[in-house]
């Protein structure tokens, strides 16, 4: 009998250790499907392209959003910026607006805070759309979405 009561309590301390809904193992998923997708874009083996960059606040409903920027990258270097809802060019800052490179390691860095599943292109992997936020406070999420890739 006391057998029969070990077996169950370790075959349900088993089932509840493997349970695939934990944090970690959403962590681990979400790190997987990133990995490979940026492992589909790398053997793209794609250095020149342009593509439309949107990052707003997703939980900070007080604070303007910054309007979208078209991105221009040629041999993996950002050669462009232009604000086209404002006809105006920006100065070049690699350091705030992102290669499609950038925006993966940043999309690895920050996974645990990843809502949802990310969506990546089809046929070069880059991403789509994602959204993270830290915690439960405002202003500390945003939304990055990536459009008109050419």
Known sequence: MNFKLLMCTLSFSLLFACNDSSPDSQTTELTNLIGTN???????????????YHAPPS?????????????????NVITKLYIP???ESLELDSQVYPTIADVFEN??????HIK???LF???????ISY?????DLECDGYSITITSFM
């Open 131 to 135: 959204e993270t936020d830290i915690s």
């Open 59 to 75: 939980d900070c409903p007080a604070t303007d959003a910054l309007p979208p920027v078209e991105i221009t990258i040629e041999n």
């Open 121 to 127: 292109d089809k046929t070069f992997g880059y991403p």
């Open 116 to 118: 949802g599943t990310p």
């Open 38 to 52: 940026y492992q589909k874009w790398k053997n793209s083996n794609i250095n020149t392209y342009a593509f439309t």
């Open 107 to 112: 999309m690895l860095k920050s996974v645990e």
């Open 85 to 87: 809802e404002l006809g």
